[in-house]
Each structure stands twice: as structure tokens, then as C-alpha cells.
């Protein structure tokens, strides 16, 4: 079965610290996706990456860092120079089926706070 | 380009009775998903539509239910309403199963919050 963990159920740090949100998935399958996506106080989840189970590569976008390890089943999640406006509940997802009838795995969360 | 909209943002009802909420999907999206998300928790899926089919399902009764209209809008329908049921309903859209590589990125509404009585 497919499970997605997020220890850190809440995070604080001051404005301007890095901070590193940890995802620890479980899959069987060989071919999957992993997601982070970041739900503002509004309530919308946004995107923020996927990445296939074939792509070991880590990725930068901006302030935004993710650490893809096969070996651990670990899809770690950095934020450089950290804003106020990082602040929210932010996801890890598992999706074991890209196609039909996919089926997104979430991890319960984690609540990141910057302060200013 | 039209996000997800979801309607209503917001009501309450109470044990017993039923509820329909709604949700358009983002244009050139023609698959719908339902997510219940509990207080504190994360989504759960309930179900995914696909050319008015239902197309995959979650850990839920039959009384949760939903359609998908020709215009790939989607109703989920809740009867028998529990407290338990009391939480954030997420509607996401995608492209064509069928796409590959793009297609199984979810775009979501703001969502529907049912507070249960």
C-alpha cells in the first residue's frame, strides 16, 4: 500500500532562515510521482513539483529546492532565505497510477510559520 | 485561463439530511476529482470523473456519489449526512488520463467547508 509521511507537523523560523520540510513516501510500485503542494490560509492547493520515480535529479526553482532519494524514499523540500509569505500548510503526495483512475496519496501536512 | 471553481464556499447542515456541492473545471481540463480533507489533515480521495464516468475511487460509501456533466463540471453528493463528514471538500482538475506526462497534475479549487450538526 501507498503511504506518505510528514513528521514535522509544525515547523517555526524567523524571516529570512532556511528551513527544510521532510516527505518520507511507501509505494511497490516501480513507476510513481511525487508532488509538494503548498494550501494558503485560503484553502487552495497549489502545484508546486512532480517529479517521476525515474528522475533522481535534484531541482531549484528560485528559493524553492527538492531532494529526491530512491534509497531512502525520501522527496525533501527547501526553502532558502524563508518570507512571510511561505507561510502555510504544505503537502507531500504519492501518485502510484499516472492515467486512469489516479489516485493522489497525500501526507497529513506540515504548517510552516515564518515570522517577521 | 478559468481556475477551479467550487460553490457553495461554505454551509451547514445537520445529521441526516443531504448535500450537493459543485465544481467547474479549470478550461481544457476534461477530468474532475473529489478530495475530502479532514481538520488538520490531508486530502483524502473520494473519487475521480472521466467522461462522465466515474473513474477510480477511494475509501468511501456509497453514499458519497457524484456525476460529471458534458461540459466536464462535476456535483458530489453526500446523503445520510454524519458528523464525520464535517470537512474541506477539494475539487481538482486535469487533463485526459490518456496524456501521459501532464496529465496527472491536479489543479484545485478553494474548496466547499461542511460543518455537519
Known amino acids: 500500500a501507498q503511504k506518505v509521511t510528514q513528521a514535522q507537523t509544525e515547523i517555526s523560523v524567523v524571516e529570512k532562515e532556511d528551513v527544510t520540510l521532510d516527505c518520507v513516501y511507501e509505494t511497490r510500485d516501480t513507476t510513481y510521482y511525487l508532488f509538494w503542494y503548498k494550501q494558503p490560509p485560503s484553502g487552495e492547493l497549489v502545484f508546486l513539483i512532480r517529479?517521476?520515480?525515474?528522475?533522481?535529479q535534484n531541482e531549484i526553482s528560485g528559493r524553492y529546492s527538492w531532494n529526491f532519494q530512491k534509497s531512502t524514499s525520501s522527496f525533501n523540500f527547501t526553502i532558502t532565505a524563508s518570507q512571510v509569505v511561505d507561510s502555510a500548510v504544505y503537502f507531500c503526495?504519492?501518485?502510484?497510477?499516472?492515467?486512469?483512475?489516479?489516485?493522489?496519496?497525500f501526507g497529513p501536512g506540515t504548517r510552516l510559520s515564518v515570522l517577521p | 485561463e478559468t481556475g477551479v471553481t467550487q460553490s457553495p464556499t461554505h454551509l451547514i447542515k445537520t445529521r441526516g439530511q443531504q448535500v450537493t456541492l459543485r465544481c467547474s473545471s479549470q478550461?481544457?481540463?476534461?477530468?474532475v476529482s473529489w478530495y475530502q480533507q479532514a481538520l488538520g489533515q490531508g486530502p483524502q480521495f473520494i473519487f475521480q470523473y472521466y467522461r462522465e464516468e466515474e473513474n477510480g475511487r477511494g475509501n468511501f460509501p456509497p453514499r458519497f456519489s457524484g456525476l460529471q456533466f458534458p461540459n466536464y463540471s462535476s456535483e458530489l453528493n453526500v446523503n445520510a449526512l454524519e458528523l464525520d463528514d464535517s470537512a474541506l471538500y477539494l475539487c481538482?482538475?486535469?487533463?485526459?488520463?490518456?496524456?501521459?506526462?501532464?496529465?496527472?497534475?491536479?489543479?484545485f479549487g478553494a474548496g466547499s467547508r461542511l460543518t455537519v450538526l
Open positions: 503526495a504519492l501518485s502510484e497510477v499516472p492515467n486512469y483512475g489516479q489516485n493522489f496519496v
Open positions: 481538482a482538475s486535469s487533463l485526459d488520463p490518456g496524456q501521459g506526462a501532464g496529465a496527472n497534475v491536479l489543479t
Open positions: 478550461s481544457g481540463h476534461n477530468t
Open positions: 517529479r517521476n520515480s525515474f528522475d533522481e
